[in-house]
């Protein structure tokens, strides 16, 4: 049984793919057992325990379900049906058969359930995912100032900030983003994402040393099309299909970060891992919100990412005992409110060389902010809302924030409707909306 899960091969995949498309990694189909990488026990038990959760399932539909091309599949159910583990139901179109266990197949299901409860996409050996993370970081290009201008479209800023932060990106190492709450750090964080552009290849889940990690995490990613072929030199069906193709991830975590979310976590009822935060953002962003207000101290976070900043790579333990290396490559970014100087040492902010301070809107950006907004919640232009607004801050000696136009308008939209009013911003509505979300005894 202990070769069930060790006994792997590695394979070197084609590029072909990639060079008939901006792709930088392609994960080309199998064309053989040996070019999965994976043991003939192994694909066994998963095929088994497909059989087992479907019941009744034909040969090309458990192949899908597994991510194999059919041919590679076919010999193996044959083999088998054989061994008297699955037996023939009725046929299916295209020479094919239903398939379902028999009772010694429903004996062997239970043993491998018992060793490993995946069922899914077949993995791929780690050093394929090394492979492709180290490809589809590379293929990166530097962004311009357009580009980065036309992500940040949907957001305010001033306009220096592009200067720092493009740069920033393109060094793809870290930077802090700190600055005063309520003036679009997280939002700015979340928009750099798409700078990076271009699609990558993520695998379902990755096998090593015996050990089933899942990487796919609907939270974080979002599948992407695949690329249409050019003729007969690419049919868009041939790729490896335990291999999906995603939007560059955009991980954000904030104040609920563990140091658990940052290793291997194992589930031992299930006998399988979950890939950490870092294998998840990687060839993306890594969002630390809030930083400085997390559940473990920022010296820990320093201790445990200092190398990783450092060599690029990561250094993670396996059940088993066994270290494996990660590629550590993904733009990591630190949003918070506090002073960097006051958080870390100087030998984490060495690591992380660039700091952008993110400051208040100006007046001016705080009218365009208005009007924006107002246009959008159905407001009639009304510049003198904005006057009103910055009169109250002066005398209050309150600061503007770039999210106030936004919850301010927004509370005098809920006492219009309450009200059965014309949307309208009227003084003391505005006034009202003050009093509301400014605290002050």
């Not at 083999?79 to 058969?97: G, M």
């Not at 201008?149 to 306009?159: G, K, T, V």
């Not at 939007?247 to 194992?266: C, D, F, K, T, W």
Request: hydrophobic residues 35%.
């Amino acid at each position: 049984m202990t070769a069930l899960m060790t006994d792997t091969h590695s394979f070197e995949s084609s590029a072909l793919g990639g060079l008939l498309t901006d792709d930088t990694f392609w994960p080309a189909e199998p064309r053989s057992l040996n070019e999965l990488g994976l043991s003939i026990t192994f694909i066994e038990a998963l095929l088994i325990k497909t059989i087992h959760q479907t019941g009744t399932i034909s040969g090309r539909n458990v192949a899908a379900r597994l991510g194999l091309p059919f041919r590679i599949v076919e010999p193996i159910v044959d083999a088998l049906r054989v061994r008297k583990f699955v037996a023939h139901v009725r046929p299916a179109a295209f020479n094919d058969y239903y398939y379902s266990l028999t009772e010694s197949g429903q004996k062997r299901a239970q043993q491998h359930f018992a060793q490993c409860s995946y069922v899914g996409p077949a993995p791929v050996p780690l050093s394929d995912y090394t492979l492709s993370v180290e490809a589809q970081a590379a293929g990166v290009e530097p962004i311009d100032r357009d580009q980065l201008r036309s992500s940040l479209s949907r957001i305010s800023y001033q306009d220096e900030l592009l200067d720092q932060l493009g740069p920033a990106i393109n060094s793809n190492t870290g930077l802090f983003l700190f600055g005063p709450p309520g003036n679009g750090k997280t939002t700015i964080a979340r928009s750099l994402t798409r700078c990076l552009g271009q699609e990558i290849w993520i695998p379902h889940a990755i096998l090593d040393d015996g050990n089933l990690i899942k990487l796919k995490d609907d939270a974080f990613h979002r599948e992407a099309p695949v690329p249409e072929g050019d003729g007969s030199m690419l049919n868009s069906q041939e790729w490896d299909k335990r291999w999906i193709r995603i939007q560059r991830p955009s991980v954000v975590v904030g104040g609920e970060l563990v140091m658990e979310n940052l290793e291997v976590r194992h589930d031992s009822r299930s006998n399988m891992c979950e890939a950490p935060l870092q294998m998840k953002s990687n060839c993306g962003c890594l969002l630390i919100d809030d930083f400085g207000r997390q559940r473990i101290a920022p010296e820990e976070l320093l201790n445990r990412w200092i190398v990783p900043l450092e060599n690029r790579c990561d250094y993670l333990t396996l059940p088993t005992g066994k270290k494996i290396q990660i590629p550590f490559e993904q733009l990591i970014i630190f949003s918070t409110n506090l002073n960097p100087d006051d958080l870390v040492d100087e030998a984490f902010l060495r690591r992380v060389p660039y700091k952008i301070f993110v400051d208040d809107p100006s007046p001016a950006e705080f009218r365009i902010l208005m009007k924006s907004v107002a246009a959008q919640m159905g407001f009639p232009e009304t510049p003198e809302a904005s006057e009103h607004l910055l009169a109250f801050y002066k005398e209050t000696q309150r600061p503007p924030r770039r999210c106030h136009p936004r919850d301010l308008l927004t509370q005098v939209a809920n006492f219009c409707r309450y009200r059965q009013l014309p949307l309208t911003l009227r003084p003391e509505y505005l006034d009202q909306a003050c009093k509301n979300y400014f605290s002050a005894l």
